[in-house]
Structures are given as C-alpha cells and as structure tokens.
C-alpha cells in the first residue's frame, strides 16, 4: 500500500486502514463524520485546511500524516492526487489582467501565468493581499512580473488605472473577481444584496471588457475568459442575484465572441461548480433559499482546488485555446450533467 502524505488524495485516506482510521477520529472529536468528506474525495487531504475557513491549522494536516508515518512527514511521491503542471514559456511575452487576484481561483491564476512566462496585472481590492502576491511571486519571476493594482471593478476611474497599469498591450483578461449572495429567492432579496453581487460579478466584467476590447482590436488579438458559474447554467445552484449575475456572464461571453469573432478576439467563459476557495457567503443567509437549495448542493459530486480551476482558465487564455470562442467551459466535476 502506497505512503500517504499531504497530498495524497482524501480517498485515498479514507480507504487506508490507517488513514481512515485517523481522518475518522479527528472528525469525531468534532462531531462528524467521513461522509461529510464525499464530495472532497478527490482533492489532496492538504486542502482541508482551506476548506475549513481557518478552523483546521496546518499542524492537524501534519499530525495526520506523522500518525501514519511512524511519526514523520515523508517526501511526496509521484502519483496520488491530480497536481499542477505548469508548462514553461506558455505565456511568455503576454501581459494579461486577472482579478480578483489575491486569493481564491484569481491567485492561483495570476500564479500560474507568472511561473508560465507571463506578466500579470493583478487587481484586487485588497492592497495588503495583492502586496504578498507579488512577495510570493518575486522568488520565481523577473521583477516586474506582478503589477498589483488596489481597486474597484465596479468604478470607472479604477478600471481606468487597470488600463493604465497594463501599458501599450494587453493580450488577456480574466474576469474573476466575485462575491456570493445570501442564497435568497426573488422575495426576499434585498436591494443592498442586488445591487453589490450585480455590480462586482456582471457590470464589473462589462467594464473592464469593455475597456481592453479597443485595445485587443487595434492588436488583431487578445483572449478574454469571464467567471461565471454552475449558477449560470441552472436555477438550482444559488440565490437569485447570484444566479442572475452569472447567467448575464454567459449572454456578455457570448455576444462578445460573436461580435468580435472576425477580428482575432476569443472570448469564452469557465463555469465552475464546487471550489474550495473559501469565499465568504453574507451574514443573514435565507433560511428558504438555503433550504430549497441544499439537496441539490449536497448532489456535487466533486469539489475542485483553486489551482484545478486556474488549470482550465489558463488553457482558454492561453494560445492553446486557438479556434475556441464562445464556449462555456463547464469546469464542474460533472456536475452539469446530473
């Protein structure tokens, strides 16, 4: 039997003698249990600690492994759970802007475009996390790599110094900046709610689009990937605004690829399903809308890293995405087709 270590899958854990042994007592002293781990059985047993939005500390990961180890911490072998590869000099020469860039689908993004070759002009509204981004970054690229940009998608003088950060060219954009709403139906959902999950997830991606277009058109190129969800092709994912705000990402993918589609621009979307990014939901979630929606969530069948989805928004940015335009790139473990 294989060694497990931190990255080995939770699957493989569970169905170790040993490890299912460990993972079960430590979820027992909380009171739960492995079949709370089904949808995650896929991912390395390392992203528990993201999963879990601060309640489980590096030190439980490394206690585990040293308990099936004869307490120590193994080097990893090749194998086990799926594992970044990041192809060298795939973006070399090309500026692209990600936001959303500090944490989440957005870092990991940004990051594997850096460590690819390219320059990345990272927008957050978080100065301190971008600041760590390029700190983290700076070890592995040529300075200059990570141009952080501190701001707002929904404010045009923001979207303006985005521009302006990126210089002459801007060869791709990824649109991932975005915030949950409180799982609400229709009747209950309040303006405040609306109006915040609208303009950061749908008018935000209008107006940077809308901003580098010119500049892809004047280049006879650039590659643009929206963010939108599992939400945006279904009803049954999550609240009103949220579902509204992604299905209104696929209408803009679609109309841009169209309308552009004669002058070297591509644009398509990614929709994802279950992530472990930790993105905060809002206080005061609906009773209703979450109750509505739970059996149809609990019916995930994967959650990805933030790393998997960063895999497949990269391939459509990147000039591997050649002659794909208008796709909406369901990155969602199967979940669309159940």
């Known amino acids: 039997m294989s060694t497990l ?15 299912g042994a460990a993972i079960r007592a430590m979820l027992a002293q909380s009171g739960g249990g492995a079949d709370s781990l089904t949808p995650v059985r896929a991912l390395p047993l390392q992203q ?6 601060g309640q489980m500390p590096q030190s439980v990961v490394d206690d585990l492994v040293r308990s099936v180890n004869g307490g120590e911490i193994p080097e990893d072998a090749e194998g086990g759970a799926w594992r970044e590869r990041v192809t060298g ?32 002009v990272a927008v957050d509204i978080s100065a301190e996390k971008l600041a760590e981004l390029a700190s983290e970054l700076a070890s592995v690229a040529p300075e200059g790599s990570v141009v952080p940009v501190a701001g707002d998608v ?37 303006d405040e709610i609306w109006d915040r999950v609208i303009g950061i997830n749908l008018t935000g991606v209008f107006k940077l689009t809308r901003a580098v277009v010119p500049m892809m058109r004047a280049a006879g190129a650039g590659s643009i990937v929206n963010i939108s969800s599992e ?35 591509r644009v ?3 929709a994802p399903g279950g992530v472990a990014t930790g993105i905060p939901f809002p206080a005061n979630v609906s009773a209703f809308g979450s109750g509505r929606l739970k059996p149809f969530q609990d019916a995930i069948p994967s959650v990805a890293t933030a790393e998997q989805l960063a895999a497949s928004i990269t391939f459509l940015l990147s000039d591997d995405g050649v002659n794909i335009n208008g796709a909406i790139l369901t990155s969602d473990g199967g979940w669309s087709v159940q």
Do not use: C
């Open 268 to 270: 398509n979307a990614v």
């Open 5 to 19: 270590t931190a990255h080995s899958s939770i699957g493989d854990w569970l169905d170790h003698p040993e490890g």
């Open 48 to 53: 528990l600690v993201a999963l879990s939005q």
């Open 89 to 120: 000099g795939r973006f070399d020469g090309k500026t692209v802007i990600v936001t959303g860039a500090a944490s989440g689908i957005g870092r990991a993004t940004a990051s594997r475009i850096v460590r690819e070759g390219g320059r990345v």
């Open 154 to 190: 929904t404010k045009q003088s923001d979207i303006d110094r985005i521009v302006a950060a990126a210089g002459e060219r801007i060869d791709g954009l990824a649109n991932i900046a975005g915030v949950n709403d409180d799982s609400s139906p229709i009747h209950e959902t309040s």
């Open 231 to 265: 939400a945006g092709i279904r009803g049954n994912a999550s609240g009103n605004a949220y579902t509204a705000s992604k299905h209104g990402v696929i209408g803009l993918t679609k109309s841009a690829a169209f309308m552009y589609a004669t002058e070297g621009l």
